[in-house]
C-alpha cells in the first residue's frame, strides 16, 4: 500500500491551515457562535455541610460567590456552554473527590460555607481549575477563571477538490506529543465532519478516515484561543464500485466474492456482493473475483478525487482462471 511522504503530510498541514484563514467568518474572536452551545440554565446552590467547617451550614454562614469564564485572558463573561463544578478537597473513600455543587450555562452563582474547594469549569474537551477558599468575613471577590481556550470544526475533501460526504467521514483528535510509550493521547474519538469540538488553545493531531479500508490521512492543527477554525483535510483517494460482468458496460453478476490486493500482494479488503462499493487510497491495485469456482482479476490503478467504477470481465482468461480455480480446489 503506498504511504504518504513527508511532502504529502506538509502539503496537508498547510491545507488546513490555509482553509482556517480563508473563512474569517468562522475565526469568532469569541465561541458564542459554537452549533453546540446549549441553552442557560438556573444555577445551582450549594447548602449542604462543608466537611472542613465545624457545625452546621446555617443562612447566616453562607457565603456568595459568583464564578466567571473567559475564553482569553482579555475577553468578556462567558454566557453560553459552560459546566461549573464545585468538589471538597477532602478524598472520599474511593480516593475520589466528592461533587458538592455543579451548574450550567454561563456565569454560576453558588453559595458555600466557609471553607476550601475546588472549582472546575468545563467549555465542551476545555476545561480550567482552581482552588477556592471562602472566607468567613470580607468581601469575596468574583471568581475568574480563563479557559484558553478555542474550537475546530472538521471536513475534507478527495483531490484537490471533490467533497466527500460528511457520513462517510470520521476524525479522531489527539495530543501532539508522543508519550514514552510512542503512542499520542486519544483526546476525542469518532468526531463527525461539521462538528463543532471545544478545545484548549494548542496543537493537536488529527486522523483523518475516509471509508474503513486504507484511505487515512494525519494532520497537525493548532487551535486559538478565543477562535473557531474550519479545517478542511486533502485525502488522497477515491471511491470505487467493483463489478463482475461479462461485456463492458454490462449488468454485474452476483454471489461474487471480492479481494482487493496491493502492488505487494497484501490484501486490503475482502467482501461478497454484485457490485460493492469501497474507499482506496491512490495507488496500484489488484480486483480478484471469484465466481462458481473460477476467478478472475484485473490491474487497477486509483487516483485521487476519481470516483469509478472497476469491471472485471467475466470472460477475460476464463480457462486459464479455471484451471487455477481447480488446482486452488
Not at 482579555?74 to 453560553?80: E, I, N, R
Not at 489527539?174 to 514514552?180: C, L, R
Not at 484511505?215 to 497537525?220: E, H, L, T, Y
Amino acid at each position: 500500500m503506498p504511504t504518504p511522504s513527508i511532502s504529502a503530510f506538509a502539503r496537508i498541514a498547510c491545507l488546513c491551515t490555509a482553509v482556517g484563514s480563508a473563512f474569517p467568518a468562522q475565526a469568532q474572536e469569541t465561541l458564542d457562535s459554537f452549533s453546540q452551545i446549549t441553552t442557560p440554565k438556573k444555577s445551582s446552590k450549594l447548602t449542604s455541610f462543608n466537611p472542613l467547617v465545624t457545625g452546621e451550614a446555617e443562612p447566616k454562614n453562607l457565603r456568595d460567590i459568583l464564578c466567571e469564564a473567559l475564553l482569553t485572558k482579555d475577553g468578556k463573561p462567558m454566557q453560553h456552554g459552560l459546566s461549573w463544578r464545585v468538589f471538597s478537597p477532602i478524598p472520599d473513600a474511593d480516593g475520589k473527590l466528592p461533587l458538592l455543587a455543579s451548574s450550567e450555562g454561563g456565569s454560576a452563582a453558588f453559595q458555600l460555607v466557609p471553607g476550601e474547594y475546588f472549582v472546575n469549569v468545563a467549555f465542551g474537551r476545555a476545561a480550567a481549575t482552581k482552588k477556592l477558599l471562602v472566607p468567613e468575613s470580607g468581601p469575596v471577590e468574583t471568581q475568574v477563571m480563563v479557559l484558553d481556550a478555542g474550537g475546530i470544526m472538521l471536513n475534507a475533501v478527495s483531490g484537490s477538490d471533490v467533497r466527500i460526504p460528511p457520513n462517510e467521514l470520521t476524525f479522531s483528535i489527539y495530543a501532539s506529543e508522543i508519550g514514552e510509550d510512542g503512542e499520542r493521547s486519544l483526546v476525542v474519538p469518532n468526531v463527525k465532519a461539521n462538528t463543532v469540538v471545544r478545545l484548549n488553545a494548542g496543537t493537536y493531531h488529527v486522523v483523518s478516515d475516509y471509508g474503513t479500508v486504507n484511505a487515512v490521512i494525519r494532520a497537525d492543527i493548532q487551535v486559538e484561543a478565543g477562535k473557531l477554525i474550519e479545517a478542511t483535510i486533502q485525502h488522497r483517494a477515491a471511491k470505487l464500485t467493483l463489478k463482475l460482468v461479462s461485456e463492458e458496460g454490462g449488468e454485474a453478476i452476483a454471489d461474487t466474492a471480492w479481494s482487493i490486493l496491493t502492488s505487494s500482494g497484501d490484501v486490503v479488503s475482502e467482501s461478497v456482493g454484485a457490485f460493492p462499493t469501497l474507499v482506496l487510497a491512490e495507488g496500484q491495485y489488484t480486483a480478484v473475483a471469484r465466481n462458481k469456482n473460477r476467478i478472475y482479476q484485473r490491474d487497477f490503478t486509483v487516483t485521487a478525487g476519481q470516483n469509478t467504477d472497476v469491471e472485471v470481465m467475466l470472460t477475460e482468461n476464463a480457462d486459464q482462471q479455471a484451471q487455477i480455480a481447480t488446482e486452488a480446489d
